[in-house]
């Protein structure tokens, strides 16, 4: 069958992108096999033709053809949508034709299809979707459309004009895409197919996954054809990476390296005035930096106020939105932005205090690849500190964080756009020490079941701003109750009696944050005739917020695929309970270590004299794993988890 299909495949090389999109009807055959008969639909071709002009424009032709199979799937389909943003592309509707299962065959008036503002959260730059109503289908019946878009693949920058200059891409001439080869429903066969001038170069690469490639000369021109047949949707497991690190997708690009890409966004951002000083911003910078003897000291009190300052909200402001930071002036009187906004106003802050600063690159959420393809969604800043090393920033994601750069964002790729030129870089592993929660408990367990005690509890990095926010954001008036739902998570009958902050818990710059409870639970353990049952209370729902780790399933024996946790992570708890006179610890005493590439961990329980003592401390290596660090990262987190059971003392 492979053989047959790839003879077909070849006629449509050289068809037009309509006779293309009519060619499915041999794959309705294969869409009867016993694989997709439990399919509530099946997609029979998804094809994609691209035509790149000398400047770089792209001129899509997008087809697909869908065989309902199902009532679900008759509902799933009745309508079609596409997004598309304006200041970058243009999408419409070219035919839109069902085969109905009777043997009728209805064309759609595609003059209908409503054009519309699409739904958006946090950024509002005038991103629409074209939708199409099919209406009523049936199982059997097969939908045929084609969407022709012109443009770039990504709306990263919007030039402002109204005619075809706007579909150019920012780099001018150059071409490249990022083309998914999964999906979530069974497709017998996908294309992509991209045509380029015959004096363009273009480098390519298919990742975690194979295709049938060529690369032909047509009509004057290089042609590139990508096919993957029976494409089954993609199993997806708990947790893992993004499915751009996991699932096949090809790149393509026709900009040699990484570091022309640099160069050119260090050039279109000086060439802008992105980073030009503006009076008011200079007076805040001075006040800023008095007194600051260290170059850290001054980035970090440059990047904090910019982070704590400038609020997260995007607006379309005309030119400028994408690779082109806007200038120091609009964003300091706004104070507001998206990513882009926030680093560019360190930007300029830095070089208002005498820094070298420049705009970065980067993709939070996934990797990316040597192919200098453009796989980026987030903007970040670097700075050259003494030693000529650059340093990254993102005033961005950490707002009332002790950190400069998020280890919530370790192992990110990242591109700066430097006047030397860069290669792609990537961030370090943040050790988990940087991001350690701590609690020591001193408890003393009544007869009666009551427990009275006091825990401490320390934090840093990542972990204390987790537990530092309701100080930070949240109204004052909520501090107590917020403490107070911590010990009810543990048991409805919590009395906190006091809580002490220490310090200012607003301060988060001072020291990590440091809060110390008092409290006592009325039958906090279960009580036999002459025995009792209880948790050790730092292992029950304690600040669980901070233990991201804790809703990854563990019960998985093996993954094929890498996994993400929020951050690497030491956590340590302590916990000394002083037990009723005559009582005595039933079950053996305990002590454990493991090691591994994911985590470790150490663990112990015992009893001394009228007193149990536990300790657990379990370090959790990465925020994104490969598949092989998850025996490791199970084993330690599972034998944390077991110090939840229930201990049973006896008099």
């Known amino acids: 069958m492979r053989k047959q299909l790839s003879v077909t495949f070849a006629c449509f090389f050289f068809v037009s992108a309509t006779a293309f999109a009519q060619s499915w009807k041999p794959y309705e055959k294969i869409a009867k096999e016993k694989t997709y008969r439990k399919s509530d639909c099946v997609t029979l071709l998804d094809s994609t033709l691209v035509s790149v002009q000398p400047t770089g424009q792209g001129s899509f032709a997008v087809c697909k053809v869908i065989k309902v199979q199902t009532p679900k799937g008759a509902v799933t389909n009745r309508i079609i949508k596409y997004d598309y943003d304006p200041l970058t592309a243009y999408a419409e509707f070219k035919h839109a034709t069902i085969y109905r299962a009777d043997g009728r065959v209805e064309e759609l008036d595609v003059k209908k299809t409503c054009d519309y503002a699409a739904p958006a959260r946090a950024i509002y730059w005038g991103a629409r979707q074209i939708m199409l109503e099919v209406g009523a289908l049936q ?77 032909r000369y047509e009509d004057g021109r290089k042609a590139y054809t990508f096919v993957m047949e029976k494409m089954m949707p993609f199993a997806k497991e708990p947790n893992m990476v993004d499915l751009f690190d996991a699932a096949p997708k090809l790149m393509m690009s026709s900009t040699p390296q990484w570091e022309d890409k640099s160069l050119w966004f260090n050039k279109v951002n000086e060439d802008y005035g992105s980073f030009a000083p503006f009076p008011a911003a200079q007076k805040k910078v001075d006040e800023l930096i008095k007194g600051k003897k260290t170059e850290m000291e001054k980035i970090a009190v440059l990047t904090h106020w910019v982070a704590d300052n400038i609020r997260y909200s995007g607006i379309s402001m005309g030119k400028g939105e994408g690779y082109t930071l806007h200038n120091t002036e609009m964003n300091y009187t706004d104070r507001c932005g998206v990513c882009k906004d926030i680093a560019g106003t360190l930007i300029s802050f830095l070089r208002m205090a005498g820094f070298e600063a420049y705009p970065a690159m980067t993709m939070a959420g996934s990797r990316v ?283």
């Open 139 to 215: 199982p059997g019946d097969i939908v045929d459309y084609e969407i022709a878009k012109k443009g770039f693949t990504y709306a990263l920058l919007g030039a402002g004009e109204e005619d075809d200059s706007r579909f150019i891409p920012p780099m001018r001439g150059q071409f490249y895409d990022i083309v998914p080869f999964w999906s979530t429903v069974p497709t017998v066969c996908k294309v992509y197919k991209v045509s380029i001038p015959m004096e363009k170069e273009m480098q390519f690469q298919f990742y975690q996954g194979e295709c049938t490639s060529s690369m």
């Open 369 to 651: 690849e040597s192919i200098p393809a453009d796989h980026f969604n987030h903007c970040v800043a670097v700075v050259k500190l003494s030693n000529g090393t650059y340093m990254p920033l993102d005033p961005t994601w950490v707002p009332f964080c002790r950190e400069l750069w998020s280890s919530a964002e370790q192992q990110q790729n990242y591109l700066p756009g430097v006047p030397e030129g860069s290669d792609l870089c990537i961030t370090p592993v943040s050790a988990p020490e940087n991001h350690y929660v701590r609690i020591k408990a001193d408890n003393r367990l009544e007869a009666d079941g009551t427990l009275r005690g006091t825990f401490t509890l320390t934090a840093e990095g990542q972990s204390d701003s987790n537990i530092r926010r309701i100080f930070t954001t949240g109204f004052q008036s909520e501090w107590k109750n917020t403490m107070e739902r911590q010990l009810l998570a543990i048991s409805p009958k919590a009395r906190l009696l006091s809580v002490d902050y220490g310090k200012n818990p607003k301060d988060y710059q001072s020291a990590p944050i440091k809060i110390t409870f008092r409290y006592e639970i009325p039958d906090y353990a279960l009580k036999g005739e002459k025995e009792m049952f209880f948790r050790p209370m730092v292992m029950n729902n304690l600040y669980n917020q901070v233990r991201s780790y804790l809703r990854i399933d563990t019960s998985v024996e093996n993954r094929k695929y890498g996994f993400k946790d929020g951050c690497s992570r030491l956590v340590e708890l302590d916990e000394t309970i002083q037990l009723p006179a005559g009582y005595q610890l039933v079950s053996d005493s305990r002590n454990e270590t493991m090691q591994g590439t994911g985590a470790d961990f150490e663990g112990s329980l015992m009893q001394k004299g009228n007193k149990v003592l536990l300790h657990n401390r379990l370090a959790l290596k990465k925020r994104v794993y490969e598949a092989s660090d998850w025996t490791s990262f199970r084993n330690a987190v599972n034998a944390h988890k077991a110090y939840d059971n229930y201990l049973v003392i006896k008099k």
